[in-house]
């Protein structure tokens, strides 16, 4: 049988004709080298805005064609076309401009992408029309559409068979139009099928790495291609996944896929610093902070609720901001087709869960949403747990897919192995050319020996890295942490120039830099769950070099776990 992909066709597929020929095309028999793309959007169509391509069928030795389906009831009088489903509605159709206009957009797109090789640019292309619930080859000859490019009724029955027909229909036309055109092979129905519906790919820089790690590109690996396939095809989803594996960049080609369909696609997280950095990766003016989204809504109709904030700033995040919203009449705030939730472990309480529910067309029931959760290690500020989130979800929503992420993308394979050996983990890491450099562990006594060795650290990496790759993280706030004492080193938590810069593992959440160096470590007992959380997290912020200070006392607790 073909290769489908999707291998199954999408719920938000609403044409009954596409659905059928989709089944009619996945159950055809020798067809195991054959290729077939449904629903290619076409960004720079030569006729339109955007546009769509309903099938592609790359077949070796054959050609490119597509095709376009129309169900229903197709009828042409006066020169134009016109198809009717089963409620009796009537609407006008060009089947003819739109396959030729998508042949030709993708012939384009191809041919611009084919990284200067001539031999996609030979390749045998062509279109045809299905009308999958009507017979038309029994009918007159119309003058736009030739007998052999319109797939009826009788022909569903063997498409393999069709197909082969066509191929010779368009390499006679090829041939008396003296074009030079030549049935492709199975390496480049591949290369085509890869240029169509390419891999995600997640470049992250390492630039200034140390001399044994490369500068070198992180694909995502097959288990996140599968789940991102997964996304574009249910409506309603939950993804877990340890840090580092993919999470958000998941979530941010998901909101551009989303957009890309016209869709109001909403994305939030917890965390600003998270937020900031989403808004400039996927381009949107659009607030991705929740909690500054909501305070942004509420203020229009109670702009006295600053002063709450003022009295009390976790009571009114946690309680009164989205009771606040709760109340507000349904005119006041827009609803939005698609809700995507970054670090959904944070948000996913019963006061925002109502919230998601009303900003959502149909509600978490019935509206289209992605969750993104670690609740195990990186539950810092609510400690949700699975199960207390499953059982959240449960009222709300009846049913949504639940998808697992199980290869770290972002950690060098030596920061990989610490984590894995700190907390019992068997987190899958990519093969990689280059391990990296070992994780530096310095342990100290007294208050003013962490300050020292972050000076020591610092006098090392300022030497052969710049600044941008190097942040100082801590569970501590800046004025309190060991780095506050530093005076040879200009340290900044506001993104000063010139200064090397520091956040709290809370607030860098969610984000990631090449050099991590984290400090403020000095408790972990078995009741210290809170300090293995920053721990676990501070940890993977690190993409190639981690250095972690922490208290001898720490560093005994910690070897007696082990």
Known sequence: MAQMIPKQISESTKSRGEREFFASLASMKDTNDWIILHSVQIANHTAKTQGEADFIVLIPDGGIFVVEVKGGTITFENGK???????????????????????????????????????????????????????????????????????????????????????????????????????????????????????????????????????????????????????CENDRCLIRGEAGTGKTVLAMNFYGKMTETGAKCAYFCYNEQLAKYIRGSIGTEEECCFHSYLESVVKRVYPEIEEEKERDKTEYYRKILPEKFISLPRESYEQFDCLIVDEAQ?????????????????????????????AERQNIYTHMSYKDIYGLLAYYCTYYTKYTLKDNCRNSGAIVEK????????????????????????????????????????????????????????????????????????????????????????????????????????????????????????????????????????????????
């Open 419 to 562: 984590i894995n050996q700190w907390f019992g983990l068997q987190v899958r890491c990519r093969n990689r050319r280059e391990r990296g450099a070992d994780v530096v562990v310095k342990a100290y006594r007294q208050a003013e020996e962490e300050q020292q060795e972050l000076e020591s650290i610092l006098d090392e990496l300022t030497e052969r890295f710049p600044l941008t790759d190097i942040v100082i993280l801590s569970p501590k706030r800046l004025e309190n942490s060991a780095a506050s004492g530093i005076t040879k080193y200009k340290i900044s938590n506001t993104g000063e120039k010139g200064a090397v810069r520091f956040s709290t593992v809370q607030a860098f959440k969610g984000l990631e830099s090449p050099i991590v160096v984290l400090c403020g470590i000095s408790d972990l007992s078995q009741e210290s769950e809170r300090n293995w959380q920053y721990l676990y997290v501070g940890m993977t912020r690190a993409k190639s070099l981690l250095y972690v200070v922490m208290q001898k006392r720490a560093l005994t607790q910690l070897k007696n776990r082990e």
């Open 81 to 231: 076309w016109h198809t009717m489903n089963r409620g009796g509605v009537r609407k006008e159709i060009e089947p003819v401009e739109q396959a030729t206009g998508e042949m030709n957009s993708l012939q384009t797109f191809i041919n611009e992408h084919s990284g200067g090789s001539d031999a996609l640019k030979q390749c045998l292309w062509g279109w045809c029309v299905a009308f999958p619930d009507c017979f038309f080859h029994e009918n007159q000859a119309v003058p736009d559409l030739s007998d052999e490019l319109v797939i009826d009724l009788l022909d569903m029955a063997d498409l393999r068979g069709y197909f082969l027909r066509l191929a010779e229909y368009w390499k006679r036309d090829c041939e008396a139009s003296g074009l030079k055109k030549r049935a492709p092979t199975a390496e480049e129905c591949r290369k085509i099928r890869d240029l169509l519906r390419p891999n995600i790919n997640y470049s992250v820089s390492l630039t200034g790495q140390v001399k044994t790690v490369e500068q070198q590109l992180v694909e995502l690996t097959e288990n996140q291609n599968d789940v991102f396939e997964g996304l």
């Open 346 to 374: 944070d948000l996913l309480t019963e006061e925002y869960i109502e919230v998601f529910d009303r900003l959502l067309y149909g509600g978490l029931e019935k509206g289209r949403w992605m969750f993104f959760i670690d």
